[in-house]
Nanobody, 124 residues
Framework: QVQLVESGGRLVQAGGSLRLSCAAS????????MGWFRQAPGKEREFVAAINWSGRSTKYVDSVKGRFTISRDNAKNTVFLQMNSLKPEDTAVYSC?????????????????WGQGTQVTVSS
């Protein structure tokens, strides 16, 4: 079992930056590929970014490429999402998730453990 707790979400102006954190506890964190997903009101959950167990491989949805960076610190059991040049359309609840294997995936079906989410609101 893996427990995930996100933090760092808040209200920010367009063009600003935020750094989300996801602290993991439970089983060995470095065994898991990790991902960030988001869900805006009235919309389906959307893949944002993923990182493999070592941090050497990452994947992003096209809309955030060049603006967001996913990283992890296995010694601190934490995964991060650095978000720059934020836009109003980035407004959503952001959730981190742990996959059942060590690779990367953009499908929510490959993730077994989910955090409660943190709200990110970008004002225009």
């Amino acid at each position: 079992q893996v427990q995930l707790v996100e933090s760092g979400g808040r209200l920010v102006q367009a063009g600003g930056s935020l750094r989300l954190s996801c602290a993991a506890s439970g089983r060995t964190f470095s065994n898991y590929g990790m991902g960030w997903f988001r869900q805006a009101p009235g919309k389906e959950r959307e893949f944002v970014a993923a990182i493999n167990w070592s941090g050497r491989s990452t994947k992003y949805v096209d809309s955030v490429k060049g603006r967001f960076t996913i990283s992890r610190d296995n010694a601190k059991n934490t995964v991060f999402l650095q978000m720059n040049s934020l836009k109003p359309e980035d407004t959503a609840v952001y959730s981190c998730a742990a996959a059942v294997y060590s690779g990367i995936s953009d499908s929510h079906r490959d993730y077994s453990y989910w955090g409660q989410g943190t709200q990110v609101t970008v004002s225009s």
